[in-house]
C-alpha cells in the first residue's frame, strides 16, 4: 500500500512505509548517501503530512523489515503489548505528538505506555517534532535503574568516566580515573574503551578499575568496553566484571556486523548475573548505538537511520540496562554532518530511547572531520541536560586520546550540573562529601582519601 | 599527616589533559585555548590540499616515473560527504593508467587521504626507506601513483588498471587534537574494485613520536613477503612480524 500528499499543486507519493519514514526524516548525510532522503524540502514536508494523518495501528499491519527476514522485527512483534497500546490505538501520528505534549502524558502515563510503543512509532513521531518537542516530551519519561547506585531519579545527572588511554597503560588509566573523581565524574560508571580486544588486556584493566572502586569505597560500578565474548571470557576466568557492554544496532544484520545475536545477548546476561555483584540492583548490561551503524555495514534494508536507530533501543530494553547512549557525532560527516545534524540526532536518540523506557544517556561529541565545534557541543550539552538527559560522558579535557575523537569533559559535566542544578546520583553524591572533593579540587590538590599511592601512583 | 598531592602530578603518568585545574567549573583560559589550537591544527589538516608538483619532485629521487590521479570528488566537502566517489576515478584517468600496463607488479599508491599536509610532510621520508627494500626483495615496482581527494579503496581501481599484483596505499590518517601528521599504509593483494577492507591489512600511527618511517616500511616488506607466500592479504594474514623498536624519536 502506498501514501500520496499534494503540497503546493505538486502531488507526491511514497510506496511503502519503509520509504514514508526515510523521506520524513529531517536531513542528515547518511539517508543522502543511502538513497533514501527526500529529494527536496516540499518533499519531505509532504511526507511528514503523510504520516501525521498515518494511524499508529498501521504499524502493527506493516513492519520496515519483514518478520521473516529480520529477528530484531520478530523481537519488536513478538514483544508488542496491545492492551499498554490501547490508550493510543485511536491516533493518528500527529495526534500522538499532541497527545505525548498534552498534561495527560505525565510521567505514570508515559511509563505504562511503553510496553504498547514499538520503535518505528516513536521514531515516526520524532520526525515531526521540532528539538523544544523533543526536550520537553524527554524531560517528562522517568526511567531509574540500579547497580551499586540509583541512576535517573529527577534531578539528577550522572556522568560516565571514561578514562581511555591509548596503549592501556594503568598508570595512565589510573591518572584519567582520578582526575575524573576529583571533578565529581564516575557515578554513571568508570568505563574504559580498551585500545585492543586482548583478554588479558581486559582483564588486567578490569582488575585496576575493580581495585580504584575498593581502595576508594566508591559506590558505583565498572566496566571494561570491550566484546561481549570477550566480556564472558573475562567472567570464566574469575575477572571481575561488573556490567556487560556491548554495541548494538538496529537490524539483525546490523548486529551480525557486530558480531553478536540476541540469544548470546541473553547468554552474556546470565553470566554476569551469576556473579550477584550488584548491590541495590541488577541492571547490569550497558549498550552504545548510533546513527549510521547499520548503513556503514550495509545492514539497513533500506530504512533511514533514525528509525534502525529507534530499532536498536527495542533490542536494548529486553534486556533491563543499566546504560543506553548513542555515540552521537562519532561515526562521521558522511552520516551527521554538521552541527546541526549531530545535534538534532542527539535530541532524537534521547527521545526515542526515554519513550521507549531506557535508561538514556548521550555521548555529546565529533571528530576532527565533522563540522562542528565545541560551541556546537555545549549547544548539545545544555539542550540534552534540559531533556533531563540520564548521563554524558567525562573525557579528561574533552580530548579522548584514544579513541581520537572529542567528547565532553569532566569540566562540562560540573558545568551542566551548576546551570541546572542537577547533582550526581544520590550514593555517589554523599561519597563525595566525605571524601571532601569539591573543596579538595578548588584547592588544587586531591584529597587525602584519594591518595594516589593506593593505585601504585607513586 | 602526609603532605597534600598537587593535583597537577597526576600529568607525568598520561598524555590525557588531565591536571588542568578549574576556573569555577570551566576550563582555565589556558587549558581552554591549548584545545582551540589543537582542534585548528586538526582542522586545518583535514581540508588542507595536496601540492602535487611539489611532492612529485620530493619523490623523484625515489627514481620512479610518476604519475597523478584523481578521484571523482569535487571538492574537500563533496570527499567528506560521499565516500563512494572517493573511491572511484575519474574517466579520464581510467583510461590513461591502462597504457601501458605494468603487469604483475608492486604498485605504491601516495593518497591524501583526510590529512593531505600530513602525506606532503611524510610520504616522501617513508617512501624513501620503502622503496630500496622493496626493491631489495626482488619487487618490480609500478610507476608511483599521486591520487587526489582520494579514499583507501581508490587504490583497488588504480591497481586494477595498472595491473599490479598488489598495492599499498599510503595514505593521511584522520588528525586527532594529539597528532596531525599521522600515516596509514593499507596493503591488499589482487587489487580489484569491490575489495573490502577485510582483505587489507593496515600500518597506521606512522608519524614523529609514532612509528617510525624506517620501522613502518620494514614491517610493509614483512607484509608483502608474507602475503605473497600466504596467497592473500586482510585478516587471514596476521602480523607476526618479530617485535622491532617501533617508536620514532
Not at chain 1, 503540497?7 to 529531517?26: E, H, N, Q, V, W
Not at chain 1, 581511555?164 to 576529583?182: F, H
Not at chain 1, 567525562?394 to 551542566?416: C, E, I, K, N, R
Not at chain 2, 583507501?152 to 581501481?157: C, F, N, S, W, Y
Request: glycine residues 10%.
Amino acid at each position: 500500500m502506498g501514501f500520496t500528499q499534494a503540497i503546493g499543486g505538486t502531488r507526491f507519493s511514497f510506496p511503502d512505509l519503509r520509504c514514508l519514514l526515510a523521506r520524513a526524516t529531517p536531513p542528515r548525510s547518511g539517508d543522502v548517501l543511502a538513497g533514501l532522503a527526500a529529494a527536496s524540502a516540499q518533499e519531505r514536508v509532504a511526507a511528514q503530512r503523510a504520516l501525521a494523518d498515518l494511524p499508529l495501528a498501521h504499524f502493527l499491519a506493516e513492519a520496515v523489515i519483514p518478520h521473516e527476514a529480520d529477528a530484531v522485527t520478530r523481537l519488536i512483534q513478538d514483544r508488542h503489548d496491545r492492551a499498554a497500546f490501547a490508550p493510543i490505538a485511536h491516533l493518528t501520528v500527529g495526534g500522538f505528538r499532541d497527545w505525548l505534549l498534552s498534561e495527560a502524558a505525565d510521567a505514570a502515563a508515559l511509563a505504562a505506555l511503553r510496553p504498547g510503543l514499538m520503535p518505528e512509532m516513536v521514531a515516526a513521531v520524532s520526525k515531526i517534532m521540532r528539538l523544544q518537542d523533543l526536550v520537553a516530551v524527554a524531560a517528562k519519561c522517568r526511567v531509574v535503574t540500579r547497580f551499586r547506585n540509583t541512576l535517573g531519579l529527577p534531578g539528577r545527572l550522572s556522568i560516565r568516566l571514561q578514562p581511555n588511554d591509548p596503549v592501556d597503560d594503568p598508570r595512565g588509566v589510573a591518572a584519567a580515573v582520578l582526575d575524573g573523581l576529583l571533578l565529581g565524574a564516575g557515578d554513571a560508571v568508570i568505563g574504559v574503551n580498551p585500545a585492543t580486544d586482548n583478554v588479558e588486556t581486559v582483564m588486567r584493566l578490569l582488575d585496576l578499575l575493580d581495585t580504584v572502586r575498593e581502595r576508594y569505597a566508591i559506590p558505583t560500578q565498572t566496566c571494561v568496553l570491550s566484546h561481549v565474548t570477550t566480556t564472558m571470557l573475562a567472567i570464566e576466568r574469575g575477572a571481575p566484571v561488573d556490567l556487560v557492554f556491548q554495541s548494538i544496532g538496529g537490524t539483525e544484520a546490523a548486529n551480525r556486523s557486530f558480531g553478536v545475536t540476541l540469544p548470546l545477548l541473553a547468554e552474556a546476561r546470565e553470566a554476569a548475573l551469576a556473579l550477584g555483584r550488584g548491590t541495590l540492583g541488577d541492571n547490569l548490561m550497558y549498550f552504545e548505538t548510533g546513527q549510521g551503524s547499520a548503513l556503514s555495514a550495509e545492514a539497513h534494508h533500506g530504512v533511514d537511520q533514525q528509525t534502525i536507530e529507534a530499532r536498536a533501543y527495542a533490542v536494548a530494553r529486553g534486556f533491563a540496562p543499566l546504560l543506553v547512549n548513542p555515540v552521537v557525532g562519532f561515526i562521521g560527516p558522511e552520516y551527521l554532518f554538521d552541527g546541526k545534524q549531530i545535534t538534532r540526532a542527539g535530541l532524537e536518540d534521547h527521545f526515542c530511547g526515554k519513550l521507549l523506557g531506557l535508561p538514556m544517556g548521550v555521548d555529546v561529541c565529533y571528530t576532527n572531520h565533522a563540522e562542528a565545534d565545541q560551541d556546537d557541543m555545549d549547544a548539545l550539552l545544555t539542550l540534552l541536560g534540559v531533556a533531563g538527559v540520564t548521563y554524558i560522558m567525562g573525557v579528561p579535557g574533552a580530548d579522548d586520546v584514544m579513541l581520537a575523537y572529542q567528547s565532553t569533559s569532566f569540566h562540562d559535566g560540573l558545568y551542566l550540573r551548576a546551570a541546572l542544578g542537577r547533582r550526581p546520583a544520590p550514593e555517589f553524591e554523599a561519597w563525595m562529601q566525605r571524601m571532601g572533593i569539591e573543596r579538595a579540587s578548588g584547592e588544587g590538590r586531591l584529597p587525602a582519601g584519594l591518595a594516589p599511592a593506593l593505585l601504585g601512583l607513586g | 599527616m602526609p603532605e597534600p598531592v598537587p593535583w597537577a602530578a597526576l600529568r607525568r603518568f598520561t598524555a590525557a589533559r588531565v591536571g588542568l585545574g578549574r576556573a569555577g567549573h570551566g576550563l582555565p583560559t589556558t587549558a581552554h585555548l591549548d584545545f582551540q589550537e589543537a582542534h585548528a591544527l586538526a582542522r586545518d589538516a583535514v581540508h588542507s590540499a595536496l601540492d602535487v608538483p611539489r611532492l612529485a619532485a620530493d619523490l623523484a629521487p625515489l627514481g620512479l616515473p610518476v604519475l597523478s590521479v584523481a578521484s571523482q570528488v569535487a571538492d574537500r566537502r563533496d570527499y567528506l560527504l560521499r565516500p563512494d566517489l572517493g573511491r572511484r576515478l575519474r574517466p579520464a584517468d581510467q583510461a590513461r593508467l591502462a597504457a601501458p600496463p605494468a603487469p604483475g607488479t608492486f604498485l605504491l599508491v601516495v593518497a591524501d587521504g583526510l590529512s593531505a599536509s600530513a602525506v606532503q610532510a611524510g610520504a616522501a621520508a617513508l617512501l624513501g626507506h620503502a622503496v630500496p627494500l622493496l626493491r631489495g626483495a626482488g619487487l618490480a615496482l609500478a610507476p608511483l601513483v599521486i591520487a587526489e581527494q582520494a579514499r583507501v579503496a581508490l587504490g583497488d581501481e588504480i591497481g586494477e588498471a595498472l595491473g599490479a599484483a598488489m598495492v599499498a596505499v599510503l595514505i593521511g590518517e584522520r588528525p586527532g587534537l594529539s597528532a596531525t601528521d599521522s600515516l596509514g599504509i593499507y596493503l591488499t593483494l589482487g587489487p580489484r574494485r569491490g575489495r573490502v577492507d577485510a582483505e587489507r591489512n593496515c600500518i597506521s600511527n606512522i608519524r614523529p613520536g609514532g612509528l617510525a618511517p624506517e620501522a613502518a616500511a620494514a614491517k610493509l616488506l614483512w607484509l608483502a613477503g608474507a602475503a605473497l607466500r600466504l596467497g592473500a592479504t586482510g585478516v587471514a594474514l596476521k602480523d607476526e612480524q618479530p617485535a622491532v623498536p617501533l617508536l620514532a624519536p
